[in-house]
C-alpha cells in the first residue's frame, strides 16, 4: 500500500520554524523531519508522506520513552510494525528503518582493530588504572615508552601553571616537579589524545578531558565515589564512540545527516548500530580487563535506570552538565541520579574544577 499523499503534512514545517526552537516539541519535529527524510531517501515517497511522517512520529515517541521502559530498537520496531493497520501506514516501511542497520565488526567491539595508539593505551591503562599511590619512578618508567606521554609531561611541567625556574627535557624530572596525582592524570589524558586525534574526534577528547575533571571534583565533593575513580571514568565514558568511524561508509553518511539534523548521536547509534556508544564502549574496555564497576557505569551511563551503582550516576549528571545533549533530555533521570549521587541541582551547578594540570594540557593542545 502506498501512503496516503493527500494527508501528507509539510516536513519543513515540522521540522523547523516553530516558536521556540528550543523547546521540547521543536526537537521532536526536528528528530521526526530527519527521520523521514532519511526513510524517504530509501523508500523513495517524499518525505512529508502523511504514512511515513507517522511511522517516523512513533519511532520517536518510543524512543523519548526509553527513560520510563528500556526496550531494545529491535523490540521497537517489531511493535511498531504492529501498529500499522491502525495508525494507517505501510508496514512494509519498517524495513526500511531496519534496512538503516549496520554491524560493527567484531574485532571493533573487542577493540583490537582500533588504532595503532590503542595498543599504547591499553598497556598504559593497565599500568595506571589501580586507585592506589604511584612512585615517581614507577610513573617514569611507563613515560619513556611513550614520546607522546612523556612530551605532554615536560610541557605541562614547563608550563604557565608550574613556571620552574628552569625548564624540564626529561619526564622524570617533570614529574616529580608536578607530583605524582597530577603527573598520572596528564599520562592518562595524553594517552588517548592520539587515539581521538585519530579519528577526527578531537572535540571529543577535549570532552572526555573536561568530563574527567568535573567527575572527579564531583566524586570529591560528595565523597561516594573516590575522585581517581571519577577521574578515569570521565576519560574513558565516551570510548565507543571512537568505533562508529569503522561502520561501512553508508551507514556513516546516514549517521551524519541524522545527527546533523537534530537527533541525539545516542538516538542514531541504537537505530543504526542497534546499542549506544556506551555499550559498545563497554564490551571494549572488557577485553582490557577494567574493572566490573567501571565497565557497568561506561555501558548505561546513557540508561542510567538500568543500573543501580554511584558511578553510573555521576557520569550520567556529567554527561547532563557538559550541555553536549547525547541524548534525549530527561528530568526524569537527572532528579534519580541526583538523587543516587547525593547532590542537589544547585550543587551540581557549583562544581567547578580548579586550575589543574589536567587543564593545562587541554590548553596546550
Ligand atoms: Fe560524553
Ligand atoms: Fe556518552
Same mark, same amino acid.
Given at each position: 500500500? &502506498?501512503? /496516503? ?25 526536528? *528528530?521526526?523531519? !530527519?527521520?523521514?527524510?532519511?526513510? #524517504? ?8 508522506? %502523511? ?31 504492529? +501498529? ?26 573487542? @577493540? ?9 593505551? *591499553? ?34 611541567? /614547563?608550563?604557565?601553571?608550574? #613556571? ?6 626529561? %619526564? ?46 564531583? !566524586? ?19 570510548? @565507543? %564512540?571512537?568505533?562508529?568511524? +569503522? !561502520?561501512? *561508509? ?17 538516538? &542514531?547509534?541504537?537505530?543504526? +548500530? ?45 554527561? +547532563?552538565?557538559? @550541555? ?22 544547585? %550543587?551540581? !551547578?557549583?562544581? @567547578? ?13
Amino acid at each position: 500500500m &502506498v501512503p /496516503n499523499v493527500s494527508m501528507a503534512v509539510d516536513v519543513r514545517t515540522l521540522a523547523g520554524e516553530q516558536e521556540n526552537p528550543d523547546s521540547s516539541g521543536s526537537a521532536h519535529c526536528r *528528530r521526526v523531519a !530527519a527521520l523521514a527524510m532519511e526513510l #524517504s531517501r530509501a523508500a523513495g515517497f517524499p518525505p512529508s508522506t %502523511a504514512g511515513l511522517l507517522r511511522l517516523c512520529n512513533l519511532v520517536d515517541q518510543q524512543f523519548e520513552s526509553q527513560q520510563f521502559e528500556y526496550k531494545d530498537a529491535d523490540s521497537i520496531l517489531e511493535e511498531i510494525r504492529s +501498529f500499522a493497520p491502525f495508525e494507517g501506514f505501510d508496514a512494509a516501511l519498517v524495513e526500511h528503518i531496519r534496512g538503516l542497520r549496520c554491524r560493527l565488526p567484531e574485532q571493533i567491539r573487542r @577493540g583490537e582493530g582500533l588504532p595503532v595508539e590503542a595498543a599504547t593505551a *591499553r598497556q598504559i591503562f593497565g599500568a595506571l588504572g589501580q586507585e592506589r599511590e604511584y612512585e615517581v619512578q614507577e610513573l617514569a618508567s611507563v613515560a619513556v615508552k611513550d614520546p607522546v606521554v612523556a612530551a605532554s609531561l615536560i610541557r605541562v611541567a /614547563n608550563s604557565s601553571l608550574y #613556571s620552574p625556574a628552569s625548564r624540564f627535557s626529561g %619526564a622524570g624530572p617533570a614529574i616529580a616537579y608536578i607530583g605524582t596525582v597530577e603527573a598520572r592524570k596528564v599520562m592518562l589524558a595524553a594517552v588517548l589524545r592520539p587515539l581521538f586525534t585519530s579519528a577526527g574526534l578531537m572535540r571529543l577528547w577535549n570532552h572526555s578531558v573536561s568530563a574527567a575533571q568535573f567527575c572527579s571534583a564531583l !566524586a570529591e565533593k560528595t565523597e561516594r565515589v573516590a575522585a581517581e575513580e571519577g577521574l578515569m571514568l570521565g576519560l574513558i565514558h565516551d570510548f @565507543g %564512540a571512537l568505533a562508529v568511524q +569503522f !561502520a561501512p *561508509r553508508e551507514s556513516r553518511d546516514a549517521y551524519t545527516r541524522l545527527v546533523e539534523r537534530g537527533c541525539p548521536v545516542t538516538y &542514531v547509534e541504537r537505530l543504526i +548500530f542497534g546499542c549506544d556508544h556506551g555499550e559498545i564502549g563497554a564490551e571494549i574496555l572488557s577485553n582490557w580487563n577494567f574493572s566490573d564497576r567501571m565497565i557497568e557505569a561506561v555501558r548505561f551511563h546513557h540508561q542510567p535506570e538500568r543500573s543501580e551503582g554511584p558511578l553510573t550516576a555521576f557520569i550520567y549528571l556529567v554527561e +547532563f552538565w557538559s @550541555g553536549l545533549d547525547e541524548d534525549l533530555p530527561s528530568f526524569r533521570r537527572v532528579g534519580e541520579c541526583l538523587c543516587r549521587a547525593g547532590l542537589s541541582l544547585e %550543587a551540581l !551547578a557549583q562544581t @567547578g574544577t580548579k586550575n589543574s594540570a589536567l587543564k593545562t594540557l587541554r590548553s596546550l593542545s
